[in-house]
């Protein structure tokens, strides 16, 4: 129950901070001592709010073309996805989601740290939301989007808003898949009800310390942790 508590705030506190990547770390974290089906069920209660409350604060920030066409790819990809959570061996899941969170932290760290900036295209946009989707219905996580998303929006309100409105969007969606497949167990739904506090206690103090900490450095901290996290996962399942 412990590392519950400890995902949920430091999850939660990526999340106040910069707008993204509490899913993943959440996920990550949790990889270590549960499988992805009983995971993915609690990160989505928990990020549910949040998303909703992050949108709402930079809702004068939204851009529709922005946020609406990523929403409905990542809706569109989260079916599939979803669907093969249920009926995938859970070391191979483990594996294809440690090379996932490896890749996209490499992908997140380039395009923040670069001297040339990736340019956003349909195509892009389209692969993005299709793979964000189905990674999403799969982990939870959809930090594919971010690299769309801050190539869009031009300051830190307008990525925050329009990155956790597709996120919302998204949740809604799959909260009730989840509910229709009955992935929300006793079990899952007490693990939530005991990390939702510690999930918003470091949402507060990340929305805090982001008035004075360097939201960059910050960043790049969070996309070495993805990658460090991800290979831990490849390594200790291919041990298995």
């Not at 801050?150 to 307008?158: G, K």
């Not at 009730?176 to 103090?205: D, E, R």
Request: glycine share 8%.
């Amino acid at each position: 129950m412990a590392l519950w508590i400890i995902a949920g705030l430091i999850s939660g506190f990526i999340k106040g901070l910069c707008g993204v990547g509490d899913a993943p770390v959440f996920s990550s974290i949790m990889s270590f001592a549960e499988n992805n089906v009983d995971i993915s069920p609690v990160a989505l209660l928990v990020s549910l709010p949040s998303n909703l409350f992050i949108t709402w604060k930079n809702r004068k920030s939204l851009v529709t073309k922005v946020w609406l066409p990523m929403a409905l790819l990542l809706v569109a990809g989260s079916i599939p996805g979803t669907l093969l959570l249920k009926n995938v061996d859970t070391t191979t899941l483990k594996l294809i989601f440690g090379v996932f969170i490896t890749f996209v932290g490499i992908i997140m760290l380039y395009n923040e740290v670069g001297k040339r900036k990736m340019k956003p295209s349909k195509a892009l946009l389209l692969t993005i939301g299709i793979l964000a989707g189905v990674s999403s219905g799969l982990f939870g996580v959809g930090v594919l989007l971010v690299v769309y998303v801050s190539l869009t929006t031009h300051d830190m309100s307008a990525f925050k808003g329009n990155i956790c409105a597709i996120f919302f969007a998204e949740n809604a969606v799959r909260l009730v898949m989840y509910l229709f497949l009955k992935l929300f167990t006793a079990s899952v739904l007490k693990n939530a009800a005991i990390t939702l506090p510690f999930v918003w206690l470091g949402l507060f103090l990340g929305q805090k310390s982001a008035s004075f900490l360097d939201e960059r450095r910050a960043k790049i901290v969070v996309m070495a942790m993805l990658i460090i996290s991800g290979l831990a996962i490849i390594v200790s399942n291919i041990r298995c």
